[in-house]
Each structure stands twice: as C-alpha cells, then as structure tokens.
C-alpha cells in the first residue's frame, strides 16, 4: 500500500511536470517567434516553468523511495541537486511573477532593474544555476536505475538530458548572449521533457 502510493505521487508529479515543461517549451517558441504580446510572454514563460518545479520535486522524491537500499546514496544525492534546483528558480520565478512584471506594468522599471532576469544578470544566473543542477540531478541518479527493463529507458532519458547540460551552461555564461546561441540548448526542449515522461512511466509500471 504504501509502495503503491508513492508511485501514484511520483507518477501524477512526473506526468505534470511533464506537461509544465512541454508547455513552456511552446512559450518559448512563441515567445523567439515575437507572436506573444508583454506581459502575456513573461507571464507564461516563467509561470509554465513555475509548474515544472514542485512536481520535479516530488517526483525525485518519490524515485528516493522506491530505490533499493544499496542504491539510495545516488537517488538520495539526486534528490539534494533537485533541492539546489528547486531553490534557485522558485527564488528567480516568483521575484519576477510577483515583482518584476507588476512593477514593469506600473511604468517603474528603473527600480526593479536589478531585479530582471537579463542576460548575466543576478537572476539570470540563479536560471543557470538551477537548471544546470537539474542536469546534475539526473546524472546522478543514473546509477540508481537498473540497466535493464524499463528502467533502462528511464536511465537512458537521463543521460540524454544530462548530457545537455554543457550547452545550458554555455548558453547561459557565454561572454555575448544571442537569440542564435539559444538553438545550442534546444535538445534540452526534448530531453527535458522526455526524461520526466519516462520517470512518470516508471512510476505507473510500478503501480500495475
């Protein structure tokens, strides 16, 4: 009973995270593409990756639990980066959902600069931060997958998303920031995605 309903939490986190991250990699796009007006553009980019988050969260959570013994150090350093993770957005989302936007639509942008997320800013960092110990998170927690099942598509997933993570750092850090330089971190806009659909599917194979 109590294995079921951790993998219900973990399936149910991991499918909403997975949604949240597809939907915001649709906002990105129709964001590069000019198609969303302000504040309509900032509102769901960071709103959509709000709901990434704690469903992440939750998900690494539930992966900590239902890990063997023997393997718990790597689901358990997992979950810690996913901690960073979760610490560094929340702290960049909310600042501009509850600060930043409000105070642009007031005309008082000049107070709040320091406050926006612009390239090589503050909070541009605490994003690359964040999403690159995403990137740590799912590596580290490789070996707590087995190598064959299912699981070894989870795994794989991981890895894939891991990999990703140099290029995000590049993107985020690199001296001259351009929209072109965003295309080396698209293969995140699938791995992401893919690695948090995969989790979920554990969790349900768990369940049946």
């Known amino acids: 009973m109590v294995n079921n309903t951790i993998n219900k939490v973990g399936f149910l986190s991991g499918l909403i995270s997975f949604v949240s991250a597809t939907a915001y990699v649709a906002v990105q796009l129709l964001q590069l593409l000019r198609i969303l007006p302000f504040p309509l553009d900032e509102i769901l980019i960071y709103g959509t990756s709000f709901c990434i988050v704690i469903p992440f969260l939750l998900a690494m959570l539930a992966l900590h639990y239902v890990t063997p013994e023997e393997k718990k150090i790597w689901s358990h350093a997992a979950l810690n980066f996913s901690i960073i993770y979760s ?89 001259i920031f351009s929209e072109k330089l965003l295309l080396l971190g698209f293969p995140w806009a699938i791995t992401a995605p893919l690695a948090m659909l995969m989790l979920a599917l554990m969790f349900k194979k768990n369940i049946s």
């Open 87 to 175: 610490v560094f957005v929340l702290a960049n989302y909310v600042v501009q959902l509850a600060t930043v936007i409000p105070m642009k639509l007031k005309g008082a942008v000049e107070e709040i600069r320091i406050l926006e997320q612009t390239p090589h800013s503050m909070f541009w960092d605490f994003d690359a931060l964040g999403y690159i110990f995403m990137g740590l998170a799912m590596f580290i927690a490789l070996p707590a997958f087995d190598k064959n099942g299912f699981q070894k598509w989870v795994r794989i997933s991981f890895l894939a998303n891991a990999l990703v993570t140099p290029f995000i750092t590049i993107v985020y850090f690199y001296p």
